[in-house]
């Protein structure tokens, strides 16, 4: 089995430590740091994701490959995180309130690092209040809202009505995403952008913030 099967294997498993070591060894053999975010990471998220689905593994086994997940992130992150030297901007970004998913956004933090931003992650659960009182207090350019669960999206409309409400829509740019948002749910609720991956993110979100300050 190759290294990076290896890595799918253990986190499907939940075998963070394993993940952890064998990410490291994928490094310091040269191997393509999104090669291994790709193909070993996500891709064993994916079967995990697949097999939630289908009820033949459960939450806790889908916990701890998260937690797998995540260590392996940890070791990645410098390699994917290559930052320019003038920040580009300021981002406040977290997961809606009532939704505990994180990986997603972790990966969209780590792009948005890698394109220079400055990052002031809320993380889970986070209330709409929150991101504006955030937004105000580190003077951001753009507030960042994911969301993995249908029930928990409308949080991400009651952010960008309390950002009206208080006439501070058009100061900051709204970009949202996560599995189940899409371009049209983005429209229906006045964001700016929606974006459906972390890649895209950062890229949109420079762009965004570069295309407001010209
Ligand atoms: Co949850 N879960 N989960 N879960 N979970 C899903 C989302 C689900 C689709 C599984 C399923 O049934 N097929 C389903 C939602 C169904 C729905 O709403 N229609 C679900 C459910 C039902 C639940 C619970 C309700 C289960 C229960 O308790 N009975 C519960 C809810 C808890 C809560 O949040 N209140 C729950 C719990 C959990 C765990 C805690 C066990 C764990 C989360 C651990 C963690 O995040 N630390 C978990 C996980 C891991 C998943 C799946 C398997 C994987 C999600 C993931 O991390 N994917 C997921 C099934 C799936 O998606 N296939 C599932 C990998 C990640 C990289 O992708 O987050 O989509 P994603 O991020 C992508 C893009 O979406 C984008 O960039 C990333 C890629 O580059 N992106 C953005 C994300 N945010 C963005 C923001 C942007 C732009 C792009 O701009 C701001």
Same mark, same amino acid.
């Given at each position: 089995?190759?290294?990076?099967?290896?890595?799918?294997?253990?986190?499907?498993?939940?075998?963070?430590?394993?993940?952890?070591?064998?990410?490291? @060894?994928?490094?310091?053999?040269?191997?393509?740091?999104?090669?291994?975010?790709?193909?070993?990471?996500?891709?064993?998220?994916?079967?995990? #994701?697949?097999?939630?689905?289908?009820?033949? =593994?459960? =939450?806790?086994?889908?916990? =701890?490959?998260?937690?797998?997940?995540?260590?392996?992130?940890?070791?990645?992150?410098?390699?994917?995180?290559?930052? #320019?030297?003038?920040?580009?901007?300021?981002?406040?970004?977290?997961? =809606?309130?009532?939704?505990?998913?994180?990986?997603?956004?972790?990966?969209?933090?780590?792009?948005?690092? #890698?394109?220079?931003?400055?990052?002031?992650?809320?993380? /889970?659960?986070?209330?709409?209040?929150?991101? /504006?009182?955030?937004?105000?207090? /580190?003077?951001?350019?753009?507030?960042?809202?994911?969301?993995?669960?249908?029930?928990?999206?409308?949080?991400?409309?009651?952010?960008?009505?309390?950002?009206?409400?208080?006439?501070?829509?058009?100061?900051?740019?709204?970009?949202?995403?996560?599995?189940?948002?899409?371009?049209?749910?983005? @429209? @229906?609720?006045?964001?700016?952008?929606?974006?459906?991956?972390?890649?895209?993110?950062?890229?949109?979100?420079?762009?965004?913030?570069?295309?407001?300050?010209?």
């Amino acid at each position: 089995m190759g290294l990076i099967q290896e890595i799918s294997e253990y986190l499907q498993k939940g075998r963070a430590k394993n993940v952890k070591a064998l990410v490291q @060894q994928a490094l310091d053999e040269n191997m393509d740091p999104k090669e291994i975010l790709n193909d070993g990471l996500l891709a064993g998220m994916m079967v995990i #994701g697949t097999k939630f689905k289908n009820n033949e =593994v459960f =939450v806790p086994e889908v916990l =701890v490959a998260a937690r797998a997940m995540n260590a392996g992130l940890a070791i990645l992150e410098p390699k994917l995180v290559e930052v #320019g030297n003038e920040p580009v901007g300021k981002a406040v970004i977290g997961t =809606v309130k009532g939704d505990l998913h994180d990986i997603g956004k972790n990966l969209v933090v780590m792009m948005l690092k #890698g394109a220079g931003f400055e990052i002031h992650d809320l993380g /889970v659960d986070v209330e709409p209040a929150v991101y /504006v009182e955030k937004a105000e207090e /580190v003077g951001a350019d753009i507030i960042c809202m994911s969301a993995l669960l249908t029930t928990t999206m409308p949080n991400m409309q009651n952010c960008i009505d309390l950002l009206k409400e208080k006439n501070l829509r058009d100061k900051y740019i709204v970009m949202v995403g996560g599995a189940p948002v899409n371009d049209s749910f983005a @429209q @229906q609720i006045g964001a700016d952008y929606y974006t459906p991956d972390a890649a895209t993110a950062a890229e949109t979100a420079k762009e965004a913030v570069l295309k407001k300050r010209a």
